[in-house]
């Protein structure tokens, strides 16, 4: 494969970089969120630290069942939620009694951080924890230098005990204002998950896409100096320089993050629609499936989840692998097809080890302009009109290709729209409760 090479590119300044492990996680595209706590069993989103421990009672509980349930439908990855703003901790930890060891679940015996970190080496995907920087629970908390060396005893449990941490979740809800010793946490991570991704606080090597809908918005820039707090807040955080941090989409399958008996899972085609506006647009996916009190998952979101995969694979299962040559003009890529396809999609990768530097592109057949955009990055999909060829060229302003794809189909498939009123709310739980209490 002979990449493309224009003078801008060759000219072009030194850019963020990523490391090895940015690159392998962003490969991964698809993960899962896993919420699951004492919020589970009162059926609310969040909660003040109150709720007994004792509560906490997945009867059921097997995370192996979980786990080949997200892999079949292509995760790559999980991250549980180790602990949420209310502090119960889903390991036994000797930082605080308010934890699984305090439950009836396992007989006070249990740790289920080990069990999905167990399952999800069992099932060859990679494991993450979210470990909220805000605690209601834990009473140090109103002084932040006690707290810090509280937070850096739970982060040392987490990255010391579980294996190979694939990303660490650190929320800004509830944080606005708060300064937490970052430089404490961020050398523990150095020192014991030097690989592991980290997500959008301290210093992060990943970011927030900035909403909760899980899509990313055009162009996908990898290089920035800042990151978006948090999903109720408009403040951002600073950043020294300009650094590389891809940016991952959290939504959750239904409405809320915690499991509710009232609500329901986003339909297959709402799934694809938000798909294609992260995954395919050179974002990862973490996409939330909650536990329910009894410990499995929920049928409807399993069933949502199958579908959910079965169309993509119906899409995107059988891909052809373009060759790829100099084209026969400036910044023009040509991709010979090794034989006629009756194309509907069209897959582009950045070669990315120099940075992102594709700002636009075109893609070409016979002279014709099917698809354009912006940023290409770890993925981008372009669905395009059904057009039988042996070979397309790819115009760029600057960069190369690391490979093109095309994938077959008929003209069923389209891009699916995003419904009606689906954005996720911007009042935290707590305001929202407060003003459906109010009447």
């Known amino acids: 494969m002979t990449p493309n090479t224009t003078s801008a590119h060759a000219e072009a300044p030194a850019r963020p970089q990523p490391t090895t492990a940015q690159r392998e996680w962003q490969r991964w595209g698809l993960g899962v969120f896993l919420h699951v706590g004492v919020n589970t069993f009162a059926d609310v989103e969040w909660s003040d630290g109150t709720l007994a421990a004792s509560s906490f009672d997945p009867a059921d509980l097997d995370?192996?069942?979980?786990?080949?349930?997200?892999?079949?439908?292509?995760?790559?990855?999980?991250?549980?939620?180790?602990?949420?703003?209310d502090g119960f901790c889903l390991w036994p930890t000797a930082t605080t009694d308010y934890s699984v060891a305090s439950s009836p679940w396992r007989d006070g015996r249990g740790d289920l951080v080990r069990e999905v970190a167990d399952a999800a080496a069992a099932e060859g995907i990679g494991f993450g924890v979210y470990l909220s920087p805000w605690d209601r629970h834990e009473r140090s908390y109103a002084d932040p230098a006690a707290y810090d060396d509280f937070y850096v005893r739970q982060l040392t449990e987490l990255c010391s005990g579980y294996g190979d941490l694939a990303e660490i979740w650190l929320d800004g809800a509830g944080s606005k204002g708060r300064v937490y010793d970052w430089d404490r946490y961020m050398a523990v991570i150095d020192e014991l998950q030097p690989n592991a991704m980290v997500f959008n606080m301290g210093r992060p090597s990943i970011?927030?896409?900035?909403?909760?809908?899980?899509?990313?918005?055009?162009p996908v820039r990898y290089a920035v100096d800042s990151t978006a707090d948090s999903q109720y807040t408009e403040s951002s955080t600073a950043l020294a320089a300009q650094v590389y941090l891809p940016p991952e989409c959290d939504v959750s399958i239904r409405r809320g993050w915690f499991h509710s008996p009232s609500d329901e899972p986003k339909t297959p085609e709402h799934l694809l629609a938000i798909w294609y506006r992260s995954v395919g647009r050179g974002a990862n996916l973490l996409l939330n499936v909650p536990p329910t009190p009894s410990g499995g998952l929920d049928a409807a979101d399993v069933a949502a989840l199958g579908a959910f995969a079965a169309e993509r694979e119906r899409r995107f299962g059988a891909p052809?692998?373009?060759?790829?040559s100099g084209g026969f003009?400036?910044?023009?890529?040509?991709?010979a097809l090794p034989h006629p396809v009756a194309v509907r999609h069209v897959d582009l990768v950045e070669r990315l080890d120099d940075g992102q530097r594709i700002g636009r592109h075109e893609v070409r057949v016979d002279g014709r302009v099917v698809a354009s955009?912006?940023?290409?990055?770890?993925?981008?999909i372009h669905l395009v009109d059904l057009v039988e060829t042996d070979a397309i060229d790819i115009w760029l302003d600057d960069g190369e290709l690391e490979s093109v794809a095309v994938h077959t189909g008929d003209r069923t498939m389209t891009v699916p729209d995003l419904p009606e009123g689906y954005e996720a709310p911007t009042l935290t739980p707590d305001e929202l409760a407060a003003l459906k209490a109010a009447g």
């Open 373 to 380: 955009g912006s940023s290409v990055g770890a993925r981008r």
């Open 320 to 324: 052809v692998v373009g060759t790829l």
């Open 207 to 218: 970011r927030w896409a900035g909403n909760e809908d899980g899509i990313v918005d055009e």
């Open 63 to 85: 995370a192996r069942v979980w786990l080949r349930d997200a892999a079949a439908a292509g995760a790559r990855y999980v991250v549980l939620t180790a602990k949420h703003h």
């Open 329 to 335: 003009e400036p910044g023009v890529v040509h991709v």
